[in-house]
């Protein structure tokens, strides 16, 4: 049944009470394919859509109903946070970075909020780090950072395969990949390989501001390098004039691995051997579930905790605000 009146959307597909509420806010393209994600969780839920916009929370609601699980959930949609219950046991900030330290702390003021997921980049200044770490320390929730490669079942082979190994190197190459928005991704990939944080990104090697598909934000071109101790550990570059798909190059004295995550390949290279595999790559819409079973079942899950990921948001954060300078510019 949809109802055209305070309440947006209110799709009821059962009946029973006793059920986890979870609420998603910010209903765009990827808000739309975390809660297609929550149509794969088993069991009944009552999911809460917030965002300000009415044809956002459509096409939401639209692509929901493409999964055939969504038949044990409950969907309302709102405006306005004030709106949610007092009580949710999962929520996903799914907006751009400017707004989201103010929705957090709207959120939690008006809410108990038991486990929170946060999208990437997280805020778009340094000060706005420490403010959300004494909202969350004060509010008691569990807080993670959607940085997903980490729990794809490859990356996690390739992390038990690199463990005894040494001079570990993560190198990314392509054209037009987003290195402002998405570098962040590929430094908690480092971090998750080599559980390395002592890492220093020198950004002089960066070439261009760029415009972003998102208004008032940027994008960047050129070379982003990590370094420890001198040695070069982390590259990163993304190419303005070029059609060069995205290549991520992990290696170590003893191995090599060469992934092309869009045609969901590795080829492997150890002494004189020389192996292609299909490499699994997992979409946003098959993923959020599998974070709330975690959370559900562990209290804890597979993505970086909110005071790990801060601390290379930050590192990344000072690195492009070098570059910028004057110039300034919001990193979405």
């Given amino acids: 049944m949809r109802k055209q009146t305070k309440i947006i959307w209110e799709i009821s597909y059962r009946k029973e009470k006793s059920v986890d509420n979870i609420a998603i806010i910010g209903a765009g393209q990827l808000g739309s394919r975390h809660l297609q994600a929550m149509t794969l969780y088993k069991d009944p839920i009552n999911i809460y859509i917030i965002d300000p916009s009415e044809d956002s929370i459509?096409?939401?609601?639209?692509r929901f109903e493409e999964v055939d699980q969504y038949k044990n959930k409950t969907i309302k949609a709102f405006k306005e946070i004030t709106r949610l219950?007092?009580?949710?046991?999962?929520?996903?900030?799914?907006?751009?970075?400017?707004?989201?330290l103010n929705i957090m702390e709207q959120l939690l003021s008006n809410c108990k909020v038991d486990y929170l997921l946060l999208e990437k980049f997280?805020?778009?200044?340094?000060?706005?780090?420490?403010?959300?770490?004494?909202?969350?320390?004060?509010?008691?929730?569990?807080?993670?950072?959607?940085?997903?490669?980490?729990?794809?079942?490859?990356?996690?082979?390739?992390?038990?395969?690199?463990?005894?190994?040494?001079?570990?190197?993560?190198?990314?190459?392509?054209?037009?990949?987003?290195?402002?928005?998405?570098t962040i991704h590929f430094l908690d990939l480092f971090n998750y390989l080599t559980n390395e944080?002592?890492?220093?990104?020198?950004?002089?090697?960066?070439?261009?501001i760029l415009t972003n598909k998102r208004r008032g934000y940027i994008e960047l071109a050129g070379t982003l390098i990590g370094r420890i101790n001198c040695?070069?550990?982390?590259?990163?570059t993304s190419s303005k004039c070029s059609d060069a798909p995205l290549t991520i190059t992990i290696k170590s004295n003893e191995r090599k691995y060469t992934i092309n995550e869009t045609q969901q390949q590795v080829i492997f290279y150890k002494q004189d051997k020389k192996i292609e595999s299909p490499?699994?790559?997992?979409?946003?819409?098959?993923?959020?579930?599998?974070?709330?079973?975690?959370l559900k079942e562990f209290g804890c899950c597979s993505l970086t905790s909110f005071k790990e990921s801060a601390f290379l948001h930050v590192k990344v954060l000072e690195a492009f605000n070098k570059f910028l300078g004057k110039?300034?510019?919001?990193i979405t």
């Fill in 197 to 208: 944080t002592e890492i220093n990104l020198d950004s002089s090697a960066l070439t261009e």
């Fill in 279 to 294: 490499f699994k790559v997992y979409y946003q819409s098959e993923v959020t579930n599998m974070v709330f079973e975690q």
């Fill in 122 to 182: 997280l805020f778009p200044e340094v000060n706005d780090y420490s403010k959300a770490f004494h909202l969350i320390e004060n509010h008691c929730v569990s807080v993670y950072v959607n940085c997903t490669r980490r729990m794809w079942p490859n990356y996690q082979e390739i992390k038990q395969e690199l463990s005894q190994d040494t001079n570990i190197s993560v190198t990314v190459e392509g054209a037009n990949w987003g290195l402002a928005s998405n």
């Fill in 231 to 236: 040695n070069t550990i982390l590259n990163l």
């Fill in 58 to 62: 459509n096409t939401a609601v639209n």
């Fill in 85 to 100: 219950p007092s009580a949710l046991k999962f929520v996903v900030v799914s907006t751009n970075s400017v707004p989201r």
């Fill in 327 to 330: 110039k300034g510019g919001m």
